[in-house]
């Protein structure tokens, strides 16, 4: 059972990943709260593992993959059938 | 592709950056970048007039910061960052002038500088990535090397006392003054915040892996482990007694804010003064009408 307060429902995100500006560090994935990211066996041209997304239903939107990733290499926007909902910031 | 598709794909960060100079020269798994956000973050919460935001970073690996973020910023001297700021909020005290710098920079040869800025309480922000080292120049032992740790000018670990930033900062004159990891991200943004609100020279110590250096010489894994570890060694104490936060190696950390106070700042202090020396005819300097 979901249980919601007023009208909140859980946000869900779009998670954008600039493989060629990471350098593999696996911040992002290791704190994602929901583990939607693991580090692929892919190299980048730079020779590092990007991460890839497993489970992008799983997403919350909390953002704290893109305020940990130290190359400012991915990103996350709201899904667009979500933004009539109100807007809350839910970083660590 | 559409247009709204289009901007989706920019990172907001870009905004705060000079994208031509990126990727930055950071290792992998250093912390400075995660710290770089935080603040972007808290200047984005702060709604101030970014074009009334001035950086200024000194030498070193955090000293880069400058150079990468697309503010009016300035890249000093080793040591100078402080000075160069106190002229800049004196000259356009309309500013809003933010020191980003390593604890080699700001506490080892800009040390002097710190304690006469906190001391006349200069209306600066100074965030102070202390990684325990001097990390650009190949992990030699700092002012805040904890004792016991490996450096590479101490081979057989460091045997000097170190300083304890915020009961340093505190006795000097700061009246903001809080320490984090960087792993602690919405307290490192909300800090910044406050600090930016703030009038009066406020500190805010950042603890920060440092994974080529300090962790390799010392065998404490990669920035993931390093960043782990010393977010699960922080405990939080929000107006500890600064005495009592000095950093063991490998010891637990105290974070929080430790100083948020009220207190006429250099300019005000100057205004006071001279207005009570020269009476009507002195026009009070950096004051809006
Ligand atoms: C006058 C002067 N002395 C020494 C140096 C060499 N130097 C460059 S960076 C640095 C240390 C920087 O340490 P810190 O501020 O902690 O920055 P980090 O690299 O650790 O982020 C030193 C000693 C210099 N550039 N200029
Ligand atoms: S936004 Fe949150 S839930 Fe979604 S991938 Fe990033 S860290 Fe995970
Ligand atoms: S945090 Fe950034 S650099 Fe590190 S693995 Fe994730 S995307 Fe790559
Ligand atoms: S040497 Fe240390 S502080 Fe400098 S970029 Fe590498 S990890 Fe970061
Ligand atoms: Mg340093």
Sequence with gaps: MTIRFGNLRPKKGNIHINKERCKGCGFCV??????????????????????????????????????????????????????????????? | MSREELAEEKNPMEDFLRMDRIPHIWCPGCGIGTVVT??????????????????????????????????????????????????????????????????????????????????????????????????????QVAATSPMGANLSTAPYGNFEYPFNLPYLVETCGATYVARWTSLHIRRVTKSIQEALAKRGFSFIEVITPCVTLYARRNRLGDGLNLLKYY??????????????????????????KFVDKEKPTFLDGMNTHLQKVLGEKYVPYGVKP
């Design chain 2, 38 to 139: 935080s603040f972007a973050d808290a200047l984005k919460k702060s709604e101030l007039d970014l074009d009334k935001v001035a950086v200024v970073s000194g030498i070193g690996c955090t000293g880069r910061v400058a150079g990468y973020v697309k503010f009016d910023s300035f890249h000093t001297t080793h040591g100078r960052a402080i000075p160069f700021a106190t002229g800049l909020k004196l000259a356009n005290p309309e500013l809003k002038v933010v020191v980003f710098s390593g604890d080699g920079d700001i506490v080892g040869i800009g040390g002097n500088h710190l304690i006469h800025a906190a001391r006349r309480n200069m209306d600066i922000v100074v965030i102070c990535v202390n990684n325990f080292n001097y990390a650009m120049t190949g992990g």
């Design chain 1, 30 to 92: 290791e704190f994602c709260p929901r583990d939607v990211l693991e580090l692929s066996e892919e190299f980048n041209k730079k020779g590092y593992h990007p991460p890839r997304v497993v489970k992008a239903d799983e997403c919350i939107y909390c953002q704290l993959c893109e305020a940990i990733c130290p190359e400012f290499a991915i990103f996350v926007t709201l899904k667009k059938e979500e933004e009539k909902g109100e807007e809350s910031e839910s970083r660590p």
């Design chain 2, 231 to 256: 977010y699960d060694q922080s405990e939080i104490q929000h107006g500890a007694d600064t005495r009592t936060v000095g950093i063991d190696y490998q010891g637990k950390l105290i974070v929080g």
